[in-house]
């Protein structure tokens, strides 16, 4: 505990316990938010100057004082550490211990309740955007693999069965809407924090005559926070952006796992580049896809954050209370962890290879089209219900033969049904099987190939 008295004991007699300060302290985590703290203190003090709550040259004191730190921070001359309570105090202590009483001027008409709400939705203003650039470098990626593959045939997969042939593009394209939406939540959950909280003070406001709306707009702030109440006690901006945050990391675990899987001798559709596989210790042929295996890992970091948000909010009595000094170690999770798993997915996806030859073989066995089959008898008449246990015979004789639908010959295939006919073998084929899809948002190439085009439009306006 520093020598100093804290900047709040004035009606204290004793020290702060050696212990209480260090469970107290938030410092360790919250030093990360000073640029935002200064910014805001910056803001505030011109503010309190224009409004003539102090003096123009109290105010330059003030201002300069502070930027002086911001470099004797950045030079490392000005050094965070244990004995300080958090960043808001920290920052005014060193201003003071720089330039007089004076510094005591800054916090006239502000409390640390909205100085750290304004702190933090500053820092996500400015996290929120690189987050979405990393998604949007992903789904750039996905579509330059959808574009390399746009006719690749794959076996589409229900329960990890083989289903029904379909493009690869057109799986990696789903990845791509599912990105879409993550940016679109994170942009509405961006667009909802932009508001400043400054001037709610504690909680009640002030009666000094402040400007809220001049830092807000200095701040880059959309507008303030309507209740002083509400600015200083909700978080509801940051359980947004972890519950945003955790459906990417959901969707980036479903990718991961799929070329963890995918990567397997057993299914050889992917091969992962030296620069994103490593080596075992004790077995010399094995290359491991630690990195799509870390991502899947690193999703619970970000489902407890949003846990751990929801837990210290719940409950809770407006409006400030100590319990949510916690909120800032799990928004710091979240933010860190989403953009480096976005980033690392990016660089998978560029470093993998997929096996064009691999995935048409096995797309040409398990019997992927013998819901062709079945359409095709339901288009002579068939009732479907009829056609699918008709096909369901075909299949299984073939099974027992050991050959797939399409090597079958006509004649066997006609014990089934005679409205089968020579032209079937067309439908059998699986690259027809996917030309013959019409409906809206299927695999049919010509579909998929206006998919990527209209991404890259939309894409071009994403990356802002
Ligand atoms: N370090 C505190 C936090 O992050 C700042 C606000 C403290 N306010 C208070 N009334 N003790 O929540």
Known sequence: VSETKALWAGRFEQPIDEVAHRFSSSIAVDSKLWREDIRGSIAHARMLAEAGIIARDEAEQIIDGLTSIVSEIEIGVFQFDDSMEDVHLAIEQRLTEKIGAVGGKLHTGRSRNDQVALDERLYLKRAIPQIIDRAVDLISALLDQAETHVDTLMPGYTHVQRAQPVLLSHHLLAYVEMLGRDVERLRDCGSRLDRSPLGAAAFAGTSYPIDREAVANELG?????????????????????????????????????????????????????????????????????????????????????????????????????RDMQEDKAPMFEVVTTTHDSLEMMALVIRETTFDRDRMQQTTDQGYLTATELADYLVRKGIPFREAHYITGRAVAHAELREQPLQEMPLGILRSFSDKIEEDIYRFLDPATSVLEKRSPGSTNPEFVRNAIASWRTRLAVMAT
């Open 221 to 321: 702030f959309s507008g303030t926070v309507a209740n002083s109440i509400d600015a200083v006690s909700d978080r509801d901006y940051l359980i947004e952006l972890a519950s945003a945050c955790s459906i990417i990391m959901m969707h980036l675990s479903r990718m991961a796992e799929e070329l963890v899987l995918w990567s397997t001798t057993e299914f050889g559709f992917v091969t992962m580049s030296d620069a994103v596989t490593t080596g075992s210790s004790i077995m010399p042929q094995k290359k491991n896809p630690d990195m799509a295996e870390l991502v899947r890992g690193k999703v619970g970091r970000v489902y407890g954050s949003l846990i751990n948000l929801l837990t210290i909010m719940k409950g809770l009595p407006l409006a400030y209370n």
